[in-house]
T-cell receptor, first 115, second 117 residues
Framework: NAGVTQTPKFQVLKTGQSMTLQCAQD?????MSWYRQDPGMGLRLIHY???????DQGEVPNGYNVSRSTTEDFPLRLLSAAPSQTSVYFC??????????????FGSGTQLSVL | AQTVTQSQPEMSVQEAETVTLSCTYD???????LFWYKQPPSRQMILVIR??????QNATENRFSVNFQKAAKSFSLKISDSQLGDTAMYFC??????????????FGTGTRLQVTL
C-alpha cells in the first residue's frame, strides 16, 4: 500500500499565486486532516474532514480552502499565497474504530516557500 | 482549549543511555488520549506510543515507555538504551476522547533529541 501520498514534495510560489497541495490515501480512511509545521510551533491543524462531503476548520484555517469529494482525496488550496504561509504541510488520515485514540498516518510533507 | 507544553527544545544523550522527554498539558476533560510522535530527519511522522487517560498502567513499546501522571497533567517519554536511530524531533500530542476522530490532535512544540556516540 502507498499509504498517504502528498504532492508536490517541494514548491516555491510568488506572493499572490494560487496552488493546490494534493493528498491521497488508499487505506479507505474516513478521517483526513491537514497540518502545518513551523519552527518552534509544532504542528497546527488547518482543516479536517470526517468523510466525503464533510469538512471543518481547525486552529489556523485562514487563507486555505479544502473539499472532500471522494474518500481518497483531500486537496488543500491556497487562493492567494502569502509569505506567512511558508511552512511544511502534512496531510494525515486515520481509521475510526478507536475514534480519537487511533494512530494518524502521515504523508511525507510538502515544503512550501512563498517569496 | 487544550494546550500541550514541551519545555525542552533540545536534548542530547549518549548511545545506550536513558533519556526522558517532558510533556505537560492542560485540559478540563476526564478522558483523552496522549501520544508521542517521532519525526526523524526524513520528515516522516511516526507514532511512538499512546496512552488513554482512563488506563492507570503506563504504556510501553519496547525501549519506549511513558510516565503518565494524570493529576499532575504530565506525560513524559523515557527512551532506554538510546540508539543513533532515535535521533529525531519528538512531539507530544493530545486529543479529547469525545472528538471521535484522531484528526484533531493538539501538538506540543517538540523536543529535538540528538543521540551521540
Amino acid at each position: 500500500n502507498a499509504g498517504v501520498t502528498q504532492t508536490p514534495k517541494f514548491q516555491v510560489l510568488k506572493t499572490g499565486q494560487s496552488m493546490t497541495l494534493q493528498c491521497a490515501q488508499d487505506m479507505n480512511h474516513e478521517y483526513m486532516s491537514w497540518y502545518r509545521q513551523d519552527p518552534g510551533m509544532g504542528l497546527r491543524l488547518i482543516h479536517y474532514s470526517v468523510g466525503a462531503g464533510i469538512t471543518d476548520q481547525g486552529e489556523v484555517p485562514n487563507g486555505y480552502n479544502v473539499s472532500r469529494s471522494t474518500t481518497e482525496d483531500f486537496p488543500l488550496r491556497l487562493l492567494s499565497a502569502a509569505p506567512s504561509q511558508t511552512s511544511v504541510y502534512f496531510c494525515a488520515s486515520s481509521y475510526s474504530p478507536e475514534g480519537a485514540g487511533e494512530k494518524l498516518f502521515f504523508g511525507s510533507g510538502t515544503q512550501l516557500s512563498v517569496l | 482549549a487544550q494546550t500541550v507544553t514541551q519545555s525542552q527544545p533540545e536534548m542530547s544523550v549518549q548511545e545506550a543511555e536513558t533519556v526522558t522527554l517532558s510533556c505537560t498539558y492542560d485540559t478540563s476533560e476526564s478522558n483523552y488520549y496522549l501520544f508521542w510522535y517521532k519525526q526523524p530527519p526524513s520528515r516522516q511522522m511516526i507514532l511512538v506510543i499512546r496512552q488513554e487517560a482512563y488506563k492507570q498502567q503506563n504504556a510501553t513499546e519496547n525501549r519506549f515507555s511513558v510516565n503518565f501522571q494524570k493529576a499532575a497533567k504530565s506525560f513524559s517519554l523515557k527512551i532506554s538504551d538510546s540508539q543513533l536511530g532515535d535521533t529525531a524531533m519528538y512531539f507530544c500530542a493530545f486529543i479529547p476522547a469525545y472528538t471521535g476522530t484522531a484528526s484533531k490532535l493538539t501538538f506540543g512544540t517538540g523536543t529535538r533529541l540528538q543521540v551521540t556516540l
